[in-house]
């Protein structure tokens, strides 16, 4: 099983990244130095398990992981994927209520890495691992935005898998992280600002990720959200678009990539497609017993956009009024503080609009 995880910044879209929500990054490269394959039982509980977190089927997942752990208990994959499936869950909640869990196992990752390094230095699955667990951990720390550890995380996963790329190793999951890292260290430049000398790189990264999903054995998926969130971000919205509309014919019930779909409709100004898919995933969410309704108010807020651009002033004062109807706790509200400015804003301008319209029509 490969994957690995370097940070990224979230856009705005509600959940969703998968590790997930990632969210995610995993890694591809050329092959030249021969690694031997995995167990191939391993490979299809990972394969998956892998399948599982984008069905959203979180506990089925869960249960591939631990036949993993219980045959090859030390071995780091087993652990690295249970990383995997308790982030997948944080991000479908948008909770940090498991996350001493998600560092226990990124740590169980590489102790079982270095010690398995420790008797053959040159394993390199092994250190494909231990890259991606440190890694994971800066993909975690970014999504709240504590950029010099998610960096610093960062970098010690992609240091790894840089030597592994070097060393012509032939697990293809390298360069997906490797890119990934490059695109958005390159975009994220003036939140670096205390990072000197940082290179754009983001065509570059862009082209790895392609190249990741086209060929990846475990990564296609992974390479396929990221590239959707790095596409919306760079504009490319017809991209995202197709990318998201193709993952969706294999996982239908992926939040995930609905989230990228209705972005990228946004984006193409298909308004009123975008908006029914947004109301989708306000009923989805809003069903979920275990929701904290963080997802919930970014669907209003994006819901009043599109209101916004459709001249539906009342619509947009509604939406708005409505992220207020729940009550959320004290860790979600502040993670919610931008995005409730960002409608205090819409809701003053459809006021505003509103009364010029009366004016008018009087």
């Known amino acids: 099983m490969t994957t690995v995880f370097c940070p990224i910044k979230l856009i705005l879209r509600g959940n969703n990244s998968i590790s997930t929500a990632v969210l995610v990054f995993l890694c591809i490269v050329n092959v030249y130095s021969a690694a031997p394959p995995l167990p191939e039982d391993l490979h299809q509980w990972a394969i998956a398990s892998l399948d599982h977190v984008y069905n959203e089927d979180l506990k089925e997942s869960e249960e591939e992981v631990r036949r993993i752990i219980r045959k090859y208990p030390d071995h780091p994959a087993?652990?690295?994927?249970?990383?995997?499936?308790?982030?997948?869950?944080?991000?479908?909640?948008?909770?940090?209520?498991?996350?001493?869990e998600f560092y226990r196992y990124c740590d169980l990752a590489i102790e079982k890495g270095e010690k398995l390094l420790s008797k053959d230095p040159g394993d390199q699955w092994?250190?494909?691992?231990?890259?991606?667990?440190?890694?994971?951990?800066?993909?975690?720390?970014?999504?709240?935005?504590?950029?010099?550890t998610a960096f610093r995380y960062g970098w010690k996963g992609v240091s790894v898998l840089l030597e592994l790329q070097d060393a012509k190793s032939d697990i293809v999951d390298i360069n997906y992280g490797v890119g990934s890292y490059d695109y958005w260290r390159s975009a994220l430049m003036k939140v670096l600002w205390w990072m000197p000398g940082v290179e754009d790189k983001r065509e570059s990264g862009i082209q790895k990720l392609y190249v990741a999903r086209q060929r990846g054995v475990y990564t296609r998926n992974f390479a396929s959200s990221a590239l959707v969130?790095?596409?919306?971000?760079?504009?490319?919205?017809?991209?995202?678009?197709?990318?998201?509309?193709?993952?969706?014919?294999?996982?239908?019930?992926?939040?995930?990539?609905q989230w990228g779909k209705a972005r990228a409709l946004f984006g193409l100004k298909r308004y009123d497609e975008a908006r029914m898919i947004f109301q989708s995933i306000l009923s989805k969410?809003?069903?979920?017993?275990?929701?904290?309704?963080y997802n919930a108010a970014l669907c209003h807020l994006l819901?009043?956009?599109?209101?916004?651009?459709?001249?539906r002033y009342e619509q947009v004062i509604a939406e708005v009024n409505r992220m207020g109807h729940y009550e959320f706790d004290n860790e979600v509200r502040k993670r919610l503080d931008k995005p409730f400015?960002?409608?205090?804003?819409?809701?003053r301008k459809a006021l505003s609009a509103q009364q010029k319209r009366e004016e008018i029509s009087e």
């Open 303 to 311: 819901i009043a956009k599109i209101d916004m651009e459709l001249n």
């Open 229 to 257: 969130d790095i596409l919306l971000n760079e504009k490319r919205y017809k991209e995202a678009l197709e990318i998201a509309d193709e993952m969706l014919q294999k996982y239908k019930r992926s939040t995930l990539f």
């Open 126 to 148: 092994a250190k494909f691992f231990i890259g991606g667990a440190d890694g994971y951990k800066g993909t975690y720390e970014a999504r709240y935005e504590r950029w010099v």
């Open 341 to 347: 400015s960002e409608a205090r804003h819409l809701k």
């Open 285 to 293: 969410v809003e069903a979920d017993p275990q929701d904290n309704h």
């Open 78 to 100: 087993g652990y690295f994927m249970m990383a995997v499936v308790i982030d997948a869950w944080m991000v479908k909640f948008q909770s940090k209520k498991k996350e001493n």
